[in-house]
């Protein structure tokens, strides 16, 4: 008796032991089959057109992705190509020649320079300093740069510097230092050889790349407008639009000057500076009139290359920095310390 009711036990656990699996298996199904129900509806009721709305949508934007990848990768390329550590063998050089003297806002001035020049390609700085030596703060900033430069010194005499409160035009700056870069141009390149152009870019001032474009290819002396300058909004050469030619200036400053034009309004071809050694900067020449006397000896105005689309766009401004105010300096001098003590602003 004890045996068959065990036996009979062990067979209705069994059955229960089978029939869980097939419940799942059950259960599944509907779910399934749910699934499928519920997604033929949905098709059946969908907009015929929402799958052609949906590829459209979807070609836009592989064509967009596509073009994004391509212009990015244009202008990687172009980045790539203009800066100052890409050298082109086939580009004439600018040879940018930047006078520079001790200040406060030297090192600040000298950097947002060095900023604009980075991106140039084929560009060589020549940076000279109103000094009997090489300054650290000069040095470091250059080779920081990672620029081609030339970093040269020769000290203006003391007569011939600016004392305080004196106005800039009566007494010449930057005038040996110029002359300074221009002897190693004469000393270190070949007029037969070397592919160039000759640029004044003072460190006082603000510059578009476009006008570094422009100039490379100058064939004697080109010139354009320069903005904020003798008293102006802009001084510029004016133009007759029919021949292309220089025809005089829109200066008040000095009008009767032979070429009343900024330091930083106009380029010098290399090999045409090169083939006139004689021509340099003077001490002993009027207020405003350096560029004047340079520029005689070696162009004419009917020769002149307008360039700023004929003169009518402005690529450098005479932007000069504002003395900073540093009562607050002297004060601690007073006191024998300084805010700047161990560090290079």
Same mark, same amino acid.
């Given at each position: 008796?004890?045996?068959?009711?065990?036996?009979?036990?062990?067979?209705?656990?069994?059955?229960?032991?089978?029939?869980?699996?097939?419940?799942?298996?059950?259960?599944?199904?509907?779910?399934?089959?749910?699934? &499928?129900?519920?997604?033929?509806?949905?098709?059946?009721?969908?907009?015929?057109?929402?799958?052609?709305?949906?590829?459209?949508?979807?070609?836009?934007?592989?064509?967009?992705?596509?073009?994004?990848?391509?212009?990015?990768?244009?202008?990687?390329?172009?980045?790539?190509?203009?800066?100052?550590?890409?050298?082109?063998?086939?580009?004439?050089?600018?040879?940018?020649?930047?006078?520079?003297?001790?200040?406060?806002?030297?090192?600040?001035?000298?950097?947002?320079?060095?900023?604009?020049?980075?991106?140039?390609?084929?560009?060589?700085?020549?940076?000279?300093?109103?000094?009997?030596?090489?300054?650290?703060?000069?040095?470091?900033?250059?080779?920081?740069?990672?620029?081609?430069?030339?970093?040269?010194?020769?000290?203006?005499?003391?007569?011939?510097?600016?004392?305080?409160?004196?106005?800039?035009?009566?007494?010449?700056?930057?005038?040996?230092?110029?002359?300074?870069?221009?002897?190693?141009?004469?000393?270190?390149?070949?007029?037969?050889?070397?592919?160039?152009?000759?640029?004044?870019?003072?460190?006082?001032?603000?510059?578009?790349?476009?006008?570094?474009?422009?100039?490379?290819?100058?064939?004697?002396?080109?010139?354009?407008?320069?903005?904020?300058?003798?008293?102006?909004?802009?001084?510029?050469?004016?133009?007759?639009?029919?021949?292309?030619?220089?025809?005089?200036?829109?200066?008040?400053?000095?009008?009767?000057?032979?070429?009343?034009?900024?330091?930083?309004?106009?380029?010098?071809?290399?090999?045409?500076?090169?083939?006139?050694?004689?021509?340099?900067?003077?001490?002993?020449?009027?207020?405003?009139?350096?560029?004047?006397?340079?520029?005689?000896?070696?162009?004419?105005?009917?020769?002149?290359?307008?360039?700023?689309?004929?003169?009518?766009?402005?690529? &450098?401004?005479?932007?000069?920095?504002?003395?900073?105010?540093?009562?607050?300096?002297?004060?601690?001098?007073?006191?024998?310390?300084?805010?700047?003590?161990?560090?290079?602003?």
């Amino acid at each position: 008796m004890y045996s068959s009711r065990s036996a009979s036990h062990k067979y209705q656990d069994s059955v229960q032991t089978l029939d869980m699996p097939i419940r799942k298996k059950i259960i599944l199904y509907l779910a399934l089959l749910l699934l &499928v129900l519920l997604w033929f509806i949905g098709v059946k009721n969908r907009d015929p057109h929402q799958y052609d709305n949906m590829r459209r949508t979807l070609e836009l934007y592989e064509y967009q992705l596509k073009e994004s990848k391509e212009h990015m990768a244009e202008t990687m390329r172009l980045l790539g190509r203009r800066d100052c550590v890409t050298w082109d063998p086939d580009l004439p050089v600018i040879y940018a020649i930047t006078p520079t003297y001790a200040r406060p806002v030297q090192k600040a001035e000298l950097t947002r320079l060095s900023h604009t020049l980075m991106l140039v390609q084929n560009l060589h700085w020549i940076v000279v300093e109103d000094s009997d030596h090489k300054t650290a703060l000069v040095s470091s900033l250059l080779t920081e740069t990672h620029l081609n430069f030339t970093h040269l010194y020769e000290q203006t005499p003391a007569e011939w510097k600016h004392k305080p409160k004196e106005p800039n035009w009566v007494k010449p700056r930057g005038v040996l230092q110029r002359n300074k870069a221009l002897a190693w141009l004469r000393a270190n390149l070949n007029a037969e050889v070397d592919r160039g152009v000759v640029y004044f870019a003072d460190d006082d001032n603000a510059y578009s790349l476009q006008l570094f474009n422009e100039m490379r290819l100058t064939r004697e002396v080109s010139v354009w407008p320069v903005g904020l300058v003798g008293g102006l909004m802009v001084e510029k050469p004016e133009v007759n639009l029919t021949t292309g030619r220089v025809v005089g200036w829109n200066s008040q400053w000095r009008p009767e000057r032979p070429f009343p034009i900024d330091m930083a309004g106009f380029a010098i071809n290399l090999q045409h500076l090169l083939k006139r050694p004689e021509v340099k900067f003077l001490l002993q020449v009027k207020g405003g009139w350096q560029e004047s006397e340079l520029l005689t000896h070696l162009t004419t105005l009917d020769r002149l290359e307008p360039l700023a689309d004929n003169c009518t766009k402005v690529y &450098v401004w005479h932007t000069r920095t504002e003395a900073p105010k540093l009562n607050m300096e002297d004060k601690l001098k007073a006191k024998g310390k300084r805010s700047d003590d161990g560090i290079q602003v």
